[in-house]
């Protein structure tokens, strides 16, 4: 059995060739360990699953780690989003959280999230110490069978959604949200938000819809439930032809969510954690410090300076972004990516309320989504134009590719003049008030991105086509 490392948001590997029962066995007796060591294991852990290939039982293996280490265990009653483990960790004052999830990745991958006594990301350093006491076989570890367990109370099945929507409830008025008459497409990736939407904002006079709601662990219709186009079009296209207002999305475990507008374009992840940042500084008058991965909008950094709040930059991952909203307290902390985290909530990305935020920005305003990313962009007094490449990058080139791009020190990029160069996670070149372009390995993926964000559309192309060469990919 072969090494077991957490990538930007825990461990992630290939169904039936690294992502096996026994090696979930193994890692969830590394994270016993943790929590041992750091006195949380007598408040015990929330475990909860996707719908992946044998997500559930998956869970059941993990859950019997922890009942064979003493460790009590809550283990959701099915299938769960992600924001909802994440809120049931504080609202059972547990230890911590399992979450058997592979989020966006390919239908053929699963994952193991684990979370920390706020629901949180667990740090770089506690991820590493986690790491550091994984045993080198199945035979290290500790093991209660599922029905034992069961019997004797060590693991218990329950429903944590009723606590997370009252919870919600407190944050945006649900009940103003479902006499909105709006017309809504849901488009929740064959994941956990299925169904949820009509469950919160129906009853009143909208109009909901939802596509891919299912449960097909093969993921029709797109390559990964991941938020972003070509994944969405189908959804982006039904929109149009139902006449909807807005197309509500989340990703496959429902703490990222995407946003559709009226004429079937989708909002970029950088255009909407703006519009979501500009909602709470300005729809709702609140005032905090803004955190944002060094892939996120330069909008923000904007945002910040207009309204008089501080702002955080961190490398890609909730692992660094969680442990700053907390210290900083926050207003939002989000990532390129999608997964947005919100003050008054615990310290983790939420698709779902994210989105309901979104519906209200519209409702409050009496704009449309396309409205509002014309209206943020005359606040800004300019347009910005985001794009990403990814490209499938082996391993063994990691080092060679790597030492390319630290090396790198253009002068101009695309023909504009580069004017700083940042290296917290890759490498962002900085093109003066004209944007920027970035280059990072994905830490969840075997994938070299290239992203950037320019004021002239004209520049997106030439800026990626920059990129590409600089990392010796074209």
């Known amino acids: 059995m072969g090494d077991i490392k957490f990538g930007t948001d825990g461990w992630r590997a290939r169904i039936a060739e690294d992502y096996t029962f026994d090696n979930v066995r193994r890692v969830t007796q590394g ?58 960790v504080v609202e059972r004052e547990a230890g911590g959280a399992i979450n058997i999830t592979a989020s966006h990745n390919p239908p053929t991958d699963n994952g193991f999230k684990v979370r920390d006594s706020m629901g949180a990301a667990i740090s770089p350093d506690g991820l590493e110490e986690i790491e550091s006491a994984i045993p080198g076989s199945v035979t290290g570890t500790r ?12 693991v218990k099945r329950w429903d944590p959604n ?43 006079n909208n109009t909901i819809w939802e596509t891919h709601a299912g449960h097909n662990p093969l993921f029709p ?10 994944n969405i079009t189908p959804a982006l296209s039904r929109t149009v032809e139902l006449g909807a207002d807005v197309l509500l999305i989340t990703d496959g475990d429902a703490d990222r969510m995407g946003i559709g507008d009226e004429n079937g374009q989708y909002i970029d992840q950088l255009r909407a954690f703006s519009l979501l940042a500009y909602y709470l500084l300005e729809v709702r008058g609140v005032r905090g410090p803004i955190v944002k991965t060094i892939s996120a909008s330069s909008m923000l950094d904007r945002l910040a300076e207009m309204y008089g709040v501080g702002l955080y930059e961190t490398g890609v991952g909730f692992k660094y972004v969680a442990p700053k909203v907390v210290e900083v307290d926050a207003l939002i902390g989000g990532e390129e990516s999608g997964g947005y985290a919100f003050r008054g909530n615990v310290p983790e990305r939420d698709g779902i309320l994210g989105n ?12 449309t989504p396309a409205q509002l990313v014309e209206h943020l962009f005359g606040i800004l007094g300019q347009s910005y134009y985001y794009d990403r490449i990814d490209v499938r990058f082996p391993a063994e080139k990691r080092p060679e590719t790597r030492a390319l791009i630290d090396t790198a ?8 003049a580069v004017t700083d160069i940042v290296t917290i996670d890759g490498r962002k070149f900085i093109l003066g008030d004209k944007g920027w372009l970035l280059i990072r390995f994905s830490g969840t993926e075997p994938i070299m991105r290239v992203y950037c964000e320019v004021t002239d ?18």
């Open 221 to 230: 219709e797109m390559g990964r439930p991941e938020p972003i186009e070509p």
């Open 31 to 88: 994270y016993a360990e943790y929590l041992k060591g750091h006195g949380l294991a007598s408040k015990g852990i929330v475990i909860g699953y996707d719908q992946r290939f044998s997500s559930g039982h998956f869970a059941e293996a993990a859950a019997e780690i922890l009942a064979g280490n003493g460790i009590r265990v809550w283990l959701t009653a099915t299938n769960s989003p992600t924001p909802v483990v994440s809120y049931s």
């Open 356 to 367: 309901l935020y979104f519906l209200d920005l519209m409702l409050r305003t009496g704009k």
């Open 457 to 474: 559309q004209a520049l997106v192309e030439p800026v990626l086509g920059a990129g590409m060469r600089l990392a010796g990919l074209s």
């Open 162 to 204: 009723p606590a997370y929507i009252a919870h919600i409830e407190t944050l945006v008025d649900v009940q103003r949200l479902r006499n909105a008459g709006l017309k809504i497409l849901v488009e929740p990736m064959w994941g956990n938000a299925a169904g949820w939407f009509p469950r919160l904002l129906g009853g009143g």
């Open 143 to 154: 093991r209660m069978a599922i029905e034992q367990a069961e019997q004797i109370g060590l």
């Open 409 to 416: 020190h253009p002068t101009h990029v695309a023909g504009v």
